[in-house]
């Protein structure tokens, strides 16, 4: 298939090498000095865009690529706001949209897991917290994986009902929510942590990204699921189908 990628950072570099050795053809690769636009996917059309880029990116180009008919998969973190406006935007123009904070499958299959963990502990007395580890360079906080693993906690943890991503000075955490914790340094892909604790144990899960293949090989069978459909697909939820498993 032809694929475009918009953003020719860490992920779209990834992208390229997963997607050349899965026999695609890359025939447009976009980024803020040349970005995507109706004429420039016109003159080299493409099967599914691939957006790794910014937060404040997402929007136009799914402007643009309404416009154009094209499919979109989108990996930019941090426009969940915009999610709703995204999601109309998909339909009115009668395109379809594959999105994930995470395309890895391990931590797909993770959020399922502490799910489960939380349901399962929920009849003990136990307080929960997420921690998040990023490379420096990550514009946006707390990570759109970790406020996934937040919804899967609140869906299972009956004791608990908000979420906090920051702390302010002199402001205890109340007893019903749930602090993440955000910490940038060095390299780090990509490192998440649900931790339970009670008066007499401590309990930890853990999933750490080893490097950025996992999110491209997921990205890259996004779109290939995509073509010839209609609507607007979060990744984990089609995961069985889009891996063939149906
Ligand atoms: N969903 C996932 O599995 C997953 C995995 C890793 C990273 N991410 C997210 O993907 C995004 C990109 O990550 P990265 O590590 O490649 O970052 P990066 O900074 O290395 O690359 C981003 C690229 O996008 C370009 N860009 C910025 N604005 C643009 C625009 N308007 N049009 C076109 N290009 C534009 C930048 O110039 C840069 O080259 C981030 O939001 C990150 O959180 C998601």
């Not at 643009?64 to 941090?78: A, D, M, Q, Y």
């Not at 402001?171 to 929510?177: C, I, L, N």
């Not at 914790?181 to 401590?202: K, L, M, N, Q, Y």
Request: hydrophobic letters at 40%; aromatic letters at 6%.
């Amino acid at each position: 298939m032809k694929i475009a990628l918009c953003g020719y950072g860490k992920m779209g570099h990834e992208i390229e090498t997963i997607a050349r050795a899965r026999n695609h053809d890359v025939v447009a690769v976009f980024d803020i000095d040349k970005p995507l636009s109706p004429e420039a996917l016109k003159a080299t059309p493409a099967d599914a865009v691939i957006d790794f880029t910014q937060p404040d990116a997402v929007v136009t180009n799914v402007r643009v690529v309404s416009k154009s008919g094209t499919p979109i998969v989108i990996g930019t973190t941090g426009w969940e706001k915009e999610r709703d406006k995204v999601s109309k935007m998909i339909a009115d123009a009668g395109i379809a949209c594959v999105y994930a904070s995470n395309f890895s499958i391990g931590v797909n299959l993770f959020f399922k897991i502490v799910k489960e963990a939380s349901k399962l502990l929920s009849s003990a007395d136990y307080d929960v917290y997420i921690t998040e580890a990023h490379h420096r360079m990550k514009k946006d906080f707390p990570s759109g994986t970790a406020l996934r693993l937040s919804e899967e906690v609140l869906a299972g943890l009956k004791s608990k009902t908000k979420v906090l991503s920051s702390l302010k000075q002199g402001e205890a955490v109340p007893k019903d929510t749930i602090a993440i914790s955000s910490i940038r340094s060095g390299s780090i892909t990509g490192t998440h942590t649900v931790g339970f604790e009670s008066e007499e144990d401590a309990i930890e899960l853990t999933h750490m990204a080893k490097s950025r293949r996992g999110f491209a090989l997921g990205a890259v069978r996004a779109a290939e699921w995509v073509v010839g459909k209609k609507g607007f697909y979060r990744f984990e939820d089609n995961l069985s189908e889009i891996l063939g498993g149906k």
